[in-house]
């Protein structure tokens, strides 16, 4: 059994384990160039390279030698403030450790990387906890990757073109400083993990709902006084974290409505009476803002809306033990009704109706996580 500090070798396991050294990097470089040396006349390939916790501020310079075949790559709890252009010969490397470092600045990490064979290659990527303010323009066009953690940062936004990472399957971002999500994050279709905890949202788009293959969604610890309706969709979620919200420790309603104008006046009549036209009646905006409409969930009512509706709080059961405020769309005032409460024993009978229907659709989510 080798003594403690030595470097450990994985029989039959191609992997080289320099954890927790506590030697110079001068020493450290030198002993893995030895090791890329001895690896070239060897038949077995290095695949795993261990690395963390040995006060690295740089990459060795020996990774741009001798390690072609190297599947994974950890230099986690280092002082690393770039990744250097050593990386670039990793053609092979599939995932990539470089949490609790210092990266963060614009040339942490290496020109040329949206052009390496890494875009292809690099499936895991784990810069958690260290000082990116943005996320870098050549990340997002590392088209193979499936997991990215960039949690506990300095993130104040996620970029749109998030969507470019089209075989993401988790995604963390918790801990940063983000106020919004965007839209276009709803366009990654394998996306099955979402972690975007401990930031400062206020609120989540609709367009989230898109996200069939969802099946976790981390929200805790932020400032979101509400959901969309539409998160009733997301068929497959079974965990939904919100603990740590204004939502969950508060009552919130929120009622506003600005009258319509007299062009939505006249849409809404000519759908609610079924006035029949045809293409050559009307010019095409009319037409277009016709087929713009949306009914009004007032099982009751019947109506339609186009610009102009009542933005109200409505609170859905989960599970039979919470109540969940999820934002929905009226077409005018007539058609709400006061949210139901502890010490409001009464409810209208549409409320009824459309309460129930969400609880039916909202009891396909088997783990929600409030407290």
């Keep these: 059994m080798e003594e403690a500090g030595a470097a450990v070798v994985t029989a039959g396991e191609a992997e080289l384990n320099w954890s927790r050294l506590s030697v110079s990097p001068e020493t450290l470089e030198s002993e893995l160039e030895a090791r890329g040396e001895e690896r070239r006349g060897a038949r077995e390939a290095l695949l795993r390279l261990l690395l963390p916790h040995n006060r690295l501020v740089s990459l060795p310079r020996a990774l741009g030698n001798g390690f072609p075949h190297l599947q994974l790559l950890d230099v986690s709890g280092n002082a690393l403030t770039v990744l250097g252009p050593e990386l670039l010969a990793l053609r092979g490397l599939r995932t990539l450790l470089a949490k609790n470092n210092r990266l963060g600045g614009p040339s942490a990490l290496p020109k040329g990387l949206a052009q390496s064979p890494l875009c292809r290659s690099l499936q895991v990527l784990n810069l958690s906890g260290n000082c990116f303010q943005e996320v870098p323009a050549s990340l997002l066009e590392l088209r193979a990757l499936q997991t990215l953690s960039l949690g506990g940062n300095q993130l104040q936004s996620i970029p749109a073109e998030i969507e470019n990472l089209q075989r993401l399957e988790c995604l ?200």
Excluded: W
């Excluded at 939505?264 to 095409?284: F, M, Q, V």
């Design 172 to 371: 963390y971002l918790g801990g940063n400083f983000i106020k919004e999500i965007p839209p276009e994050l709803a366009n990654l279709p394998s996306l099955n993990y979402l972690v975007l905890c401990d930031n400062k949202i206020q609120s989540v788009p609709p367009q989230l709902s898109q996200l069939h293959s969802l099946r976790s969604l981390s929200l805790h610890n932020n400032l979101l006084t509400y959901l969309p309706r539409e998160i009733l969709n997301l068929i497959h979620l079974e965990e939904l974290s919100l603990r740590g919200n204004p939502l969950v420790v508060r009552f919130v309603r929120d009622l506003t409505y600005d009258p319509p104008t007299l062009l939505e006046l006249a849409a809404r009549t000519i759908k609610i009476r079924n006035i029949s036209y045809t293409p050559y009646d009307l010019p095409g905006n009319l037409l277009r803002y016709l087929g713009s409409a949306s009914n009004c969930p007032n099982p009751k009512c019947g109506g339609v809306y186009f610009d102009c509706c009542v933005r109200q709080i409505k609170f859905v059961d989960f599970c039979g033990k919470y109540r969940l405020p999820l934002m929905h769309y009226l077409c005018s005032p007539e058609c709400s009704s006061p949210c139901s409460s502890a010490s409001h024993s009464s409810t209208s009978q549409s409320e009824s109706d459309s309460e129930d229907e969400a609880s039916v659709a909202a009891r396909r989510m088997q783990k929600v996580l409030l407290g």
